[in-house]
């Protein structure tokens, strides 16, 4: 091929990202300005499946290549958008992907419902979108939209009234405070999705350093834990917004992905809220930075000074924190004992919920 020809068919290949990068902000922007890889990837199998294809364009999709081609598209719209100073960035959730797929894995079947109801024009068929669809990792990654200059503050005034954001500010100092008291742990505990978490981790970690896959590995087991989770009693003692109003505030929030809400109904930061009030949140208040990534930690692991670790006695003798996978990495690579304090880190630690 002459240079030309390669020259042109760059440029061909430049002008098709640029207009499927166009539909994926649109679609990231629609979903709230948050979304899991995954959806992303079928978003963009979507785009390609113009009307038409066959079931041979179908199968000529590969999996390795459609992650490649999302990233350089994500690239090439940060481009653009970085003139505007907005980007879009990729972001883990604390959580490890097993658990984050298990709360995107209705909402991937719904999709794919979707895309099978509008396929009965063309020669698609509903198992071939499904082979497809099942190759589509599970993933703990999002891609965040987020504005690089404003203040949060001007922000999230455009989105929010004053008394909202003014509620929302009181929820948070709520659950800050909330983290300072630690819990000893209960049975109830035991179903909570970061305490799996973090059993699965250390279970893993123990089995790759014992090396026998046969025998039963001990897990340690610690005693106490916090959380940055309010109940909606404790919300609804905001001093801002009467019990109903707040309810339906929480609700807005939730929907808007700035707080989640939990199977028994308590409520925390989401990856958004966390994500875009980072800032917000250091200037605020004295969180703890995870030891690996220098991120703060709402659900992970910390190491504390366990002499002040009577429950009911507020604490702020926080030595380390750590994400789940972060903690992984720190253990195996780095060391078994907390740079800081020279704790143990397989003995006693607290959990954070
Ligand atoms: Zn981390
Ligand atoms: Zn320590």
Not at 67 to 82: F, H, P, S, W
Not at 188 to 213: C, H, Q, W
Not at 282 to 298: A, F, G, M, N, P
Request: proline share 2%.
């Amino acid at each position: 091929m002459s240079d030309v020809g390669m020259e042109n068919r760059s440029r061909g290949v430049e002008l098709v990202r640029d207009e499927l990068g166009r539909y994926l902000l649109q679609y990231l922007l629609f979903c709230q300005g948050i979304c899991n890889e995954s959806f992303m990837l079928l978003a963009l199998m979507r785009l390609h499946l113009t009307d038409g294809s066959s079931s041979d364009d179908f199968y000529r999709l590969n999996m390795v290549e459609l992650n490649a081609e999302l990233d350089a598209i994500i690239d090439l719209v940060n481009v653009k958008l970085d003139k505007l100073k907005f980007k879009i960035c990729k972001v883990s959730h604390p959580l490890g992907k097993d658990e984050v797929s298990s709360y995107t894995k209705d909402d991937i079947e719904k999709l794919l419902l979707a895309i099978n109801d509008d396929s009965d024009e063309d020669t698609l068929s509903k198992d071939v979108i499904l082979e497809f669809a099942s190759q589509v990792q599970a993933s703990n990654k999002y891609y965040v939209y987020v504005n690089l200059e404003s203040d949060k503050e001007t922000e999230l005034a455009t989105t929010y009234t004053v008394k909202e954001i003014e509620c929302m500010k009181r929820l948070i100092k709520m659950m800050v405070n909330n983290s300072t008291r630690p819990r000893e742990v209960d049975t109830t505990v035991r179903a909570n999705p970061v305490f799996k978490e973090i059993k699965n981790m250390l279970s893993r970690y123990e089995r790759d350093r014992g090396g026998d896959t046969e025998e039963e590995v001990n897990v340690p087991m610690w005693t106490s834990y916090i959380s940055y989770q309010i109940g909606s009693t404790e919300a609804a003692s905001n001093m801002v917004m009467t019990s109903t109003e707040t309810q339906v505030f929480l609700n807005t929030l939730c929907a808007d992905k700035w707080f989640y809400r939990t199977r028994n109904g308590r409520y925390g930061l989401d990856l958004k809220g966390a994500f875009e009030l980072q800032e917000y949140l250091r200037d605020t208040y004295e969180l703890q930075l995870c030891s690996v990534c220098k991120q703060i930690v709402l659900q992970g692991i910390l190491c504390n000074d366990n002499t002040s670790l009577a429950p009911d006695k507020p604490t702020t003798a926080k030595c380390n924190s750590w994400h789940i996978d972060c903690f992984h990495h720190y253990i195996t690579h780095i060391s078994q004992q907390c740079e800081t304090c020279g704790n143990n880190l397989l003995e006693n630690l607290t959990y954070i919920l």
